[in-house]
């Protein structure tokens, strides 16, 4: 099979395996490795030229970090160099220590257990960032101080490798040893000062030019020749390309450069994925499951133990802690690299290498679903553990309840305030309400999806219920249960868009607005006015749409059951009548000049 078929057949895992994944809520990252297994000498056999495979998607990892020194200036790098030589350093030790203590308590001799220690105290800088950022965390308190100890790992690279030769069995010397650390220690400050005085002018020149494709290439150039230049000297490529964004921070090219390297970093991390699943050595697990299965358990158990204990001293929120300890749980891709070469110079044993290898592949397939299991299961245990009881609520005699008091909630209590109209509010975030508390709002706390809840604040008697729930599922329920027990209290529903309208008006609530089509055609009548229409014709044409598009959503919910064809000429059909209302509308405002409010 020649290279072109294994491009095809890696693009088609890609595309298949991620979406998939996610679809299924597993995740993009273990999707990838799913397709890499799959496809892989392991799986189907569909590709087997690793080496070509792997020295292209390491090069995801190089362009991701160097996106990443991009958001990093040097000032903002210098100001985080506490959290991360202070926490990446005790992360190393107190990880790297209580491993290498645990392999010679089961007969590993000095120089393995240590190779093993270090190695297991090494995160996954591709899975760990990526898990963080698919859930928001990367600017989060947490996500800094994850990133930092990753940090500090890509720039322990330099000393771990320069010392590895020590750890020898043989006492024979090792040649060169000071050559290569110097060649290392030469080729740092050469990026360092081509990125601070060369690359500059050089992306000024490229850019007067006007060659967007040549920009392009010039970035690509910078990045794939610092990478090519670090694995030269024996180094992590990564860690060049991140010291090269961050030199290029401050640069008025740091936008044009994100946007030109973000398409290929996606790409190509995603094969990065991929190669560690085709890589992994499932013939190791078959001849040994226990064995491997074992070692990749206790060391996923024991790393997240550990990084639990460190998030504690950390001082990280309580609901951080988990998600920091399981995102690092993982050992790192530079293990594979300080593994093999432990291997080639005998520190460790061939067996041992290989079941170091499959176990590090399985912690890295282990941290997706880890993260899955604390989504699900642990971040909601969390919640209920973390709730206070909920307020008693009495009768108010408002006549209005709002269950939901978030950012829609929160314009409905306060119109009804400014008017005089006494409202009984509900939320389910304590936070939330101490702080609108200050400002003369009656908030109680308890989960307004409870019929009883809602009944003991006076749903009987009240004439009107308003749900402004964030809850899309429990605003369905809640009619439903509101419905069929107080059928005299209308309803008004947030409707988070026309399937949900659809879901509610099955359920027969009184009135509903879509929630973001208000904002939406308010923005569109401002726009109308800065592009030269008066405000009474704005205001009218704004109407108009709002008038057509209700009366288009009343006619496609009597056909959702029709076929989609039907659905979508009906939808055509109404885009033509609104120009024509429109055209219609153009005589009557012009005849009606007198009464503009302009």
Same mark, same amino acid.
Not at 158 to 184: D, F, M, N, S
Not at 500 to 506: G, N
């Given at each position: 099979m020649h290279g072109l078929d294994q491009i095809v057949i890696l693009l088609a895992a890609a595309v298949l395996g991620a979406p998939l994944a996610q679809r299924l809520g597993l995740g993009a990252v273990l999707g990838y490795l799913l397709a890499g297994v799959a496809v892989g000498p392991w799986g189907l056999g569909l590709v087997h030229e690793l080496d070509t495979v792997n020295v292209a998607a390491e090069f995801g990892v190089v362009l991701f970090l160097f996106l990443i020194g991009l958001e990093l200036s040097p000032a903002r790098l210098w100001a985080l160099r506490g959290p991360v030589f202070g926490q990446g350093g005790a992360q190393g030790l107190a990880v790297g220590a209580a491993f290498a203590a645990a392999a010679w308590t089961l007969g590993q001799v000095g120089g393995a257990a240590l190779v093993i220690g270090v190695g297991a105290a090494l995160s996954s800088t591709a899975i760990a960032l990526q898990v963080l950022k698919e859930r928001n965390l990367l600017g989060s308190g947490m996500g800094r101080s994850a990133f930092a100890i990753l940090l500090f790992?890509?720039? =322990? $690279?330099? #000393?771990? &490798? =320069? $010392?590895? #030769?020590? &750890?020898?069995?043989?006492?024979?010397?090792?040649?060169?040893?000071?050559?290569?650390?110097?060649?290392?220690l030469a080729a740092i400050a050469l990026v360092i000062v081509a990125g601070r005085w060369l690359t500059r002018p050089l992306f000024r020149a490229v850019a007067a030019a006007g060659l967007r494709e040549a920009f392009t290439a010039l970035a690509l150039l910078i990045v794939v020749g610092i990478a090519w230049l670090m694995h030269a000297v024996g180094l992590s490529m990564g860690l060049g390309a991140f010291l090269a964004?961050?030199?290029?921070?401050d640069s008025e090219y740091r936008h044009a450069l994100e946007s030109d390297i973000e398409p290929f970093k996606g790409l190509l991390l995603g094969l990065f994925f991929l190669a560690i699943g085709m890589g992994a050595d499932l013939g190791t697990l078959s001849a040994q499951p226990l064995a491997a299965l074992g070692l990749a358990a206790a060391l996923v158990a024991g790393k997240?133990?550990?990084?639990?204990?460190?998030a504690c001293a950390f001082r990280l929120p309580a609901p951080h802690r988990a998600p920091f300890a399981l995102a690092l749980a993982q050992v790192g891709e530079f293990a594979f690299v300080l593994f093999a070469q432990a291997a080639t110079l005998g520190i460790v044993g061939r067996e041992t290498h290989a079941l170091l290898v499959i176990a590090t592949a399985l912690s890295m397939m282990m941290t997706p679903l880890l993260m899955l299991f604390h989504d699900r299961v642990l971040a909601p245990r969390h919640a209920r553990l973390g709730r206070p009881p909920e307020d008693a609520i009495e009768d108010q005699g408002a006549e209005v309840i709002v269950a939901g008091f978030g950012r829609v909630g929160q314009i409905v209590a306060r119109l009804l305030h400014a008017n005089g109209i006494a409202a009984t509010l509900i939320d389910h975030d304590p936070n939330h309400i101490e702080a609108v508390r200050r400002f003369g709002f009656r908030v109680f706390y308890g989960d307004a999806t409870r019929l009883e809840l809602l009944e003991s604040a006076g749903l009987a008697r009240a004439k009107l219920l308003v749900i402004a729930l964030d809850d899309r599922a429990g605003a369905l329920a809640l009619v439903e249960r509101v419905r069929e027990a107080h059928p005299q209290v209308a309803v008004l529903a947030r409707a988070w868009d026309v399937l949900?309208?659809?879901?509610?008006?099955?359920?027969?609530?009184?009135a509903l607005r879509r929630e973001s089509f208000d904002g939406a055609l308010a923005l569109g009548v401002e726009a109308l006015r800065r592009l030269g229409f008066g405000a009474h014709e704005a205001h009218r044409r704004g109407q108009h749409f709002r008038a057509h598009d209700e009366a288009l959503l009343a006619r496609l919910y009597t056909l959702r059951a029709e076929p989609t064809e039907i659905r979508a000429r009906i939808a055509r059909e109404a885009r033509e009548e609104l120009v024509r209302i429109m055209e219609a509308d153009e005589t009557a405002i012009a005849e009606d000049r007198e009464h503009d409010w302009d």
């Open positions: 790992q890509d720039v =322990a $690279v330099i #000393p771990i &490798l =320069a $010392v590895l #030769p020590l &750890l020898t069995p043989a006492t024979r010397a090792v040649e060169g040893q000071g050559l290569g650390v110097a060649k290392a964004g961050v030199l290029l921070a997240a133990a550990l990084m639990y204990a460190l949900h309208a659809f879901e509610l008006m099955d359920r027969g609530v009184s």
